[in-house]
Nanobody, 115 residues
Framework: QGQLVESGGGLVQPGGSLRLSCAASGSIFSINSMGWYRQAPGKQRGLVAT???????NYADSVKGRFTISRDNGKNMVYLQMNSLKPEDTAIYYC?????????WGQGTQVTVSS
């Protein structure tokens, strides 16, 4: 069984920045993609950004130009740099890893954008 641990969430003012990290451990092998999803109160969980092993990225339209996903394949880490944060970015952010025959989710980290 694999484990994902997110960190880096918190409270930030509009226009501010945060960097989320996700560490994958345990039965993690042959990773195909890693990514971030978020769920705001009363809404469904949705895509924020994903990145493949070869570095191909995909972003939700709402975060393009503001968020950047990156990964360290050697350390099984994925990051999300979030700039120009808006109140509507407030949500629980979840890390997701897809590998050969498995999908793992982290427990989530809260991001709150408020003045």
């Amino acid at each position: 069984q694999g484990q994902l641990v997110e960190s880096g969430g918190g409270l930030v003012q509009p226009g501010g920045s945060l960097r989320l990290s996700c560490a994958a451990s345990g039965s993690i092998f042959s990773i195909n993609s890693m990514g971030w999803y978020r769920q705001a109160p009363g809404k469904q969980r949705g895509l924020v950004a994903t990145i493949t092993t070869l570095g191909r990225t995909n972003y939700a339209d709402s975060v393009k130009g503001r968020f950047t996903i990156s990964r360290d394949n050697g350390k099984n880490m994925v990051y999300l740099q979030m700039n120009s944060l808006k109140p509507e970015d407030t949500a629980i952010y979840y890390c997701k890893v897809i590998g050969s025959g498995y999908v793992y989710w982290g427990q989530g980290t809260q991001v709150t954008v408020s003045s």
